[in-house]
């Protein structure tokens, strides 16, 4: 995209992110406390004005920072990505790619996600007195974006449509969504990529609307293997997440090129550490691609803020499972090493694993069930003892 500055990205020229309770944004990475209140109005070709602005001084926006921080540790960002996507950019103002996280309806209450995204979390964020409850009561008000309201009219011009939640496939309004736009026969000029948490399969009139549009891409998330999915992605249980995601698996080689199927799992100190099984099954058994995404708050799941000595037990670990792989797991390693760069950060792992334990313990789990993670710290604390 030569007619962009170095630092720069598609996503406020063509693209944006709705989500229920806040204002749009150019993109899901984007938090709306960074938009200028001039940015904040309803009109896309009116939006994000200072933005664009920032990027064409080929400036950092500081609204930017997670993809900013993305390449400096694993050398590319979702901004990245925009730019392999928009191969026949110009800097006219279109709605080309949309994103919606669809509300917070969701059954599950993964331990990298929060209220905002998941009702299911509200009963832990009072019990453990995570939030505020004034944040909590603004998110109970506005749990579903209206999507009713949406004239199909104004995607007209639309080529991409992402979607994540909550879990898609509970919000009846995403689904009025895609049955309006293959009615309005809009579906078959949009590719179409939906977040799950793999535990809902869609009903006959929705998987027919669903084929209706140019591509089906089914992205799983899952965080990792067995036992320890249902612990990050409580309260799933792998052997159903396990069958729908065969359904799925099934439906794209019945359409083959029409439907794509990906899994998504974002990295944390909890199940880096187990990588290896998990990739082995998704890659070779399932031959599915991985998606790896990071994770940067809450501070103890990222490995990021954790110490330096816990970076560097992670990747001697990482590097002795994925010594000799097969070479379609091979780039894990290359990741990992990028992740546990040393950075000199204060030592906060005590208070990083006594917030893990308590929530952990009060879903009724033992931190001790995170095996890979717990060996780290084991083999730290002999370390320790050794040389006292």
Not at 142 to 158: A, F, I, P
Request: net charge negative; aromatic share 10%.
């Amino acid at each position: 995209m030569s007619n962009l500055p170095k630092t720069a990205c598609a996503y406020p020229f063509k693209a944006a992110m709705q989500m229920h309770g806040t204002s749009t944004t150019p993109c899901c990475r984007f938090h709306d406390r960074f938009l200028s209140e001039d940015d904040k109005q309803l009109d896309h070709v009116d939006m994000f004005a200072d933005i664009r602005e920032t990027m064409m001084r080929d400036e950092w926006h500081p609204g930017c920072f997670k993809c900013k921080a993305d390449e400096e540790t694993k050398g590319s960002s979702m901004r990245t990505e925009a730019d392999e996507f928009f191969t026949d950019f110009t800097d006219s103002i279109r709605l080309e790619y949309l994103e919606i996280t669809v509300g917070r309806l969701c059954n599950l209450a993964c331990m990298s996600c929060g209220f905002e995204f998941s009702h299911t979390w509200d009963s832990d964020s009072i019990d453990l007195d995570l939030p505020s409850l004034y944040k909590l009561d603004h998110f109970k008000k506005h749990s579903e974006l209206d999507l009713d309201r949406l004239d199909v009219n104004e995607l007209k011009h639309l080529k991409y449509l992402k979607v994540t939640g909550g879990e898609p496939f509970l919000h009846q309004q995403f689904l009025r969504l895609i049955t309006r736009l293959a009615e309005a026969n809009i579906a078959p000029n949009i590719e179409i990529e939906i977040f799950t948490n793999c535990t809902w399969w869609p009903k006959k009139a929705d998987y027919d609307s669903l084929l209706q549009f140019k591509k089906l891409i089914i992205t799983a998330s899952i965080d990792a293997y067995q036992d320890l999915n249902d612990i990050l992605r409580h309260p799933s249980k792998w052997n159903v997440i396990e069958s729908t995601l065969d359904k799925w698996i099934d439906m794209r080689s019945k359409y083959d090129g029409k439907v794509e199927v990906n899994i998504a799992s974002t990295i944390s100190v909890l199940n880096a550490p187990d990588l290896f099984d998990f990739m082995t099954w998704a890659r070779l058994e399932k031959k599915v691609p991985v998606i790896l995404q990071t994770v940067y708050e809450p501070h103890y799941m990222s490995i990021t803020h954790w110490p330096d000595w816990f970076k560097e037990k992670l990747q001697e670990k990482v590097a002795s499972q994925f010594k000799d792989c097969d070479k379609k797991l091979s780039r894990l390693p290359d990741l990992v090493n990028r992740l546990t760069a040393p950075n000199s950060v204060d030592d906060n792992s005590s208070i990083y694993k006594e917030e893990m334990a308590k929530l952990l313990e009060h879903r009724q789990y033992s931190i001790n069930s995170c095996v890979g993670f717990d060996s780290i710290i084991n083999s730290y604390k002999q370390d320790i003892a050794w040389k006292i």
